[in-house]
């Protein structure tokens, strides 16, 4: 990533040199005041000093890893061992033995019979089914039902029961029979995935609105967002930073708006009246959402905003199921979409598709770390897979 410095005497100037040296698409890292040295302070106004960077833009082009090529005696003998299979269930007249069974998951679990290795006085019948059983575990992929994406999505952190429901329409649209490579699987599963989503809407005017628990980064993704909007778009913007059930403590908001030279108001006017700027954020304290009383005075508090468009902040680093009860809890307040923050502390990006899929919601901007401004791009299915299936780790599964 290269990174660009550029040295302003004000937020217009800095988005001139923005625009003019990476164009509109350039991405703010950092922001600081630098005072004048010396007397030079006495008469000189303080400076700022942007860090900027053009973000590489995500491949959406599938990789598909090549499927290997056997050779004829390869052929010869996977040919014989299926034939060899076919010939073994077709002798078989009893049910399985038990000790063996079909998980969910629709792979096969070898319980090791008690005693060892069966000796030659075993019964046939059970030492067939056991090597019928081994063959199963070992079968080509592209056997009937053996579907490993499922697996694999669950451990880049998508729900059993959503995985689940992915590789049964897997199964209904392309058939039982899974593809030879798991990279195929991979990209079905991602085109399966990228047709399921939902594209935020975008509205013009309206103030924004941040709420969500304690800690979930409330503060911090509005001052991400703010910095784009002032010094990328050159956008006029405002800021209230308002209290609610418990005092606005946000002092690091008042600080940053200053270097940007944006006003934060900590009252909104008493006749509802919207200051003369582009774009209204509104920052409030995190509510807990199992709190009812501070969540019908936010209730309250949004309703007395006119045209506010609400984002609900979530934490990634919580677990799925803390994921999902919040954005529940949350449901009763006019939320237009998620900003998901802290994805720096998380690696299994899989799990917002557990949001995609198990809410109405849709998801607006992912942020990671807490500089500011620091990452805080737009949500796409291409971002989360680019962080979901990394060729590196895609790689390392290919050869397992």
């Given at each position: 990533m290269q990174v660009h410095t550029f040295l302003a005497e004000s937020v217009a100037d800095a988005v001139t040199q923005i625009r003019e040296t990476l164009g509109p698409e350039a991405v703010v890292l950092n922001v600081r005041r630098l005072p004048a040295e010396g007397l030079a302070r006495l008469w000189q106004k303080p400076r700022i000093e942007v860090l900027a960077h053009v973000p590489e833009k995500v491949a959406t082009a599938p990789v598909v890893a090549a499927a290997p090529v056997l050779d004829e005696v390869q052929l010869s003998a996977l040919a014989e061992l299926r034939a060899e299979m076919r010939e073994m269930r077709d002798s078989l007249q009893k049910p399985p033995a038990a000790g063996f069974g079909v998980p969910p998951s629709g792979g096969w679990e070898v319980e090791p019979p008690k005693g060892g290795t069966p000796n030659q006085g075993s019964d046939p019948h059970d030492l067939s089914r056991r090597r019928e059983a081994e063959a199963e575990m070992a079968r080509p992929a592209h056997s009937k039902g053996d579907w490993r994406v499922g697996s694999l999505l669950e451990q880049t952190g998508l729900s059993a029961v959503q995985a689940e429901r992915l590789?049964?329409?897997?199964?209904?649209?392309?058939?039982?029979?899974?593809?030879?490579?798991?990279?195929?699987?991979?990209?079905?599963?991602?085109?399966?995935?990228?047709?399921?989503?939902?594209?935020?809407?975008?509205?013009?005017?309206?103030?924004?609105?941040?709420?969500?628990a304690p800690g979930a980064g409330k503060t911090t993704a509005l001052c991400?967002?703010?910095?784009?909007?002032?010094?990328?778009?050159?956008?006029?913007?405002?800021?209230?930073?308002?209290?609610?059930?418990?005092?606005?403590?946000?002092?690091?908001?008042s600080v940053f708006a200053e270097i940007l030279g944006v006003s934060v108001d900590r009252c909104a006017p008493a006749n509802d009246e919207l200051?003369?700027?582009?774009?209204?954020?509104?920052?409030?304290?995190?509510?807990?959402?199992?709190?009812?009383?501070?969540m019908a005075q936010l209730q309250k508090r949004i309703a007395s905003i006119p045209n506010a468009q609400v984002h609900l902040v979530l934490n990634a680093a919580y677990e799925t199921p803390l994921l999902l009860a919040q954005t529940r809890a949350f449901a009763a307040l006019p939320i237009q979409d998620i900003i998901v923050t802290h994805l720096d502390e998380e690696t299994r990006w899989g799990k917002l598709w557990n949001l995609i899929l198990g809410t109405n919601c849709t998801l607006r901007f992912l942020v990671a770390g807490q500089n500011i401004?620091?990452?805080?791009?737009?949500?796409?299915?291409?971002q989360i897979f680019a962080c979901q299936f990394p060729r590196k780790q895609r790689a390392f599964v290919a050869q397992s």
């Open positions: 590789v049964a329409d897997l199964c209904a649209t392309h058939g039982e029979a899974a593809p030879v490579s798991l990279s195929e699987e991979i990209e079905l599963a991602k085109q399966a995935l990228a047709a399921r989503w939902k594209v935020a809407g975008t509205k013009v005017t309206g103030p924004h609105i941040f709420v969500g991400k967002w703010l910095a784009q909007v002032s010094l990328v778009e050159g956008r006029r913007a405002a800021v209230w930073r308002l209290d609610g059930h418990v005092a606005n403590t946000a002092e690091s908001l200051p003369e700027a582009e774009v209204l954020f509104v920052d409030l304290p995190g509510v807990n959402p199992t709190d009812p009383a501070a401004p620091g990452e805080f791009i737009p949500a796409t299915a291409e």
